[in-house]
């Protein structure tokens, strides 16, 4: 009897033992190759439990991927692990890389985009900032994902990259950064919004293009609302825009923008020439920050149908309510350009 005691203890403290030597392994054992440092990992968007494990095992941060898989499952930090760009020391224990990529912070960088550009300039700050592929981008802005994610009626993603400062993971690939800033459209636009566009016969798509006119007019706050209600009043009397913005764009389509607005440009036949086609371009011609989306849904009450610069350094305009008191004002304010 006694014998079989004693085998049974001897057995429990085997299994005792065994037990402590696995469970150090899965926690506590470090990589015996290579060499102190640190390394820059990338941790994808939707990456496997598996494949961030062999993703630090082959970096030396740690000694296996299965025991990493089991420490992560055992300790509850499957889901604790987050995409992203980081730093990590080679030759951690498990424990000690669980907790470093549970607490690290993710390299970002902070990217502000300003209201009012286009597709193309938004694309080449986005490629500077973040390293990215500007022409994989552009081939995006037709891509069907996103255009089902902007809504209905948008056949080009122009006018749906919302303006804003805007936190990236280091490394994050061509489309994850244009969906952000497509999803962050979308959540910008309220119903309440959308309800609103309805009194002028707007749906999301036609409200964007309109905003986007008022955009590229005016950066003025005290504008924004008057640049508005000209726009507004001119499609209620089936009048041309006559938006100098919208010819830019056309040219900038045809390749052939250098800066300058000539008369020949206003005889163009080009869906986007506001100046020969009644109603609102084809689609948005820049990206509207939320101010002119808001003004565009509240104008004020106003009865002019004209505006110019005042080539005064300021950003302001003249507004008038009849063509002749437009072309005085124009012919001054021209005036004051050629003679500065």
Known sequence: MKTIIRLSLTFLIILSLAAITSLYFVFDSRATIGQ????????????SLSTIALQLHEAGVIRSPNTFKMAARLLHKTRAIYPGSYSLK??????????????AKAIEVLVTIPEGLRSDETIGLLSR??????????????DSTLLQLAG?????????LYPETYRFLANSDE?????????HFRNSIKPEM?????????DLFKLITFASLVEKETGRADERQLVASVYHNRLRKNMLLGCDPTLIYMLVLRGEWDGNIRR?????????????????????????????????????????LYFVGKNDGTGSHAFSRT????????NRYQRRRSNR
């Open 264 to 304: 020949k440009h206003f005889s163009i036949r080009h869906p986007y020439n506001s100046y020969l086609y009644r109603g609102l371009p084809p689609g948005p011609i820049a990206n509207p920050g939320l101010a002119s989306i808001l003004a565009s849904l509240d104008p004020v009450d106003s009865p002019y």
């Open 194 to 202: 959308l309800v609103k566009a309805q009194e002028y016969g707007f």
């Open 36 to 47: 102190d440092g640190e390394v820059d990992l990338i941790i994808a968007e939707g990456a």
């Open 175 to 183: 489309f994850t950064v244009l969906k952000k800033l497509v999803t």
């Open 90 to 103: 080679k030759r951690l224990t498990n424990t000690e890389a669980l907790e470093a990529l549970s607490h």
């Open 129 to 142: 900032k973040l390293g990215l592929d500007s022409l994989r981008m552009i081939s995006l802005l037709t």
């Open 323 to 330: 063509l002749r008191e437009h072309t005085n004002k124009v």
């Open 152 to 160: 209905p009626g948008f056949r080009h993603l122009e006018g749906t």
